[in-house]
T-cell receptor, first 111, second 115 residues
C-alpha cells in the first residue's frame, strides 16, 4: 500500500526565512510525485511533478527535489503570499491514475 | 497548465433535497475524473472515480446510491448528492489526469452546506 507522510504538519516562518517541507513516501514503483499548493476554500493548484531520483524543479521561490524515499519543497526567502497548505502526492507505476495524498503542511509566513 | 472548472462554487440546500455538482475539463479531454471530499484542515479523501462511458468506481465506505456520479462526456462529470443531510456538508473537489496521468489538475471546489 502506498504511503505518503508530510512533515511538519504546520510551519510558521518570518518573511525571508528560508525553510524546507518534507514528503516521505513508500511505493512499489514511482510513476510521479506531485506537489500542490492549496489556499483556504480553493482546490489544489498544481506546482510540480517529479519523476526520478535526482530530479529538481523550480518555480519562483519554490524548489522541489526528489530522492528514492522522499521529496523536499524548499522555500527561499518566503513572502506572506506564500502562506498556504502544501500537499504532496505520489502516483505508483501500477495501472491506476489515482494518486495517494499526504495530509499536507500548513505554512504561515509572517510579515 | 490544464483547466478544470466546477459549478456551483458554493450551494446551500435543505435537508432531504438533492444537489448536482458539475465538473468540466475546459482544455483537455478526460476519460477519467476523480471526486474528492475534504473536511476542514484535513487532506483530500477520494470518493470515487468517474469513467466516461461506464459506471463509476466508488471507494470503500462511500454510498453509491447517495453520491451519484455520471461521466456524460469527455469533458463533463457530475456528482449528485441525493437526499442530502447536514453530515454531507463538506468541500467537494474534482480532478482530471492530464498528459497520461503525469499531471493532475483540480477544480476550484464546491462548498456544500446542508441545513
Amino acid at each position: 500500500e502506498d504511503q505518503v507522510t508530510q512533515s511538519p504538519e504546520a510551519l510558521r516562518l518570518q518573511e525571508g526565512e528560508s525553510s524546507s517541507l518534507n514528503c516521505s513516501y513508500t511505493v512499489s514503483g514511482l510513476r510521479g510525485l506531485f506537489w500542490y499548493r492549496q489556499d483556504p476554500g480553493k482546490g489544489p493548484e498544481f506546482l510540480f511533478t517529479l519523476y526520478s531520483a535526482g530530479e529538481e524543479k523550480e518555480k519562483e521561490r519554490l524548489k522541489a527535489t526528489l530522492t528514492k524515499k522522499e521529496s523536499f519543497l524548499h522555500i527561499t526567502a518566503p513572502k506572506p503570499e506564500d502562506s498556504a497548505t502544501y500537499l504532496c502526492a505520489v502516483l505508483d507505476s501500477g495501472g491506476s491514475y489515482i494518486p495517494t495524498f499526504g495530509r499536507g503542511t500548513s505554512l504561515i509566513v509572517h510579515p | 497548465g490544464a483547466v478544470v472548472s466546477q459549478h456551483p462554487s458554493w450551494v446551500i440546500c435543505k435537508s432531504g433535497t438533492s444537489v448536482k455538482i458539475e465538473c468540466r475539463s475546459l482544455d483537455f479531454q478526460a476519460t477519467t475524473m476523480f471526486w474528492y471530499r475534504q473536511f476542514p484542515k484535513q487532506s483530500l479523501m477520494l470518493m470515487a472515480t468517474s469513467n466516461e462511458g461506464s459506471k463509476a468506481t466508488y471507494e470503500q465506505g462511500v454510498e453509491k446510491d447517495k453520491f451519484l456520479i455520471n461521466h456524460a462526456s469527455l469533458t463533463l462529470s457530475t456528482l449528485t448528492v441525493t437526499s442530502a443531510h447536514p453530515e454531507d456538508s463538506s468541500f467537494y473537489i474534482c480532478s482530471g489526469p492530464y498528459g497520461g496521468g503525469r499531471e493532475q489538475y483540480f477544480g476550484p471546489g464546491t462548498r456544500l452546506t446542508v441545513t
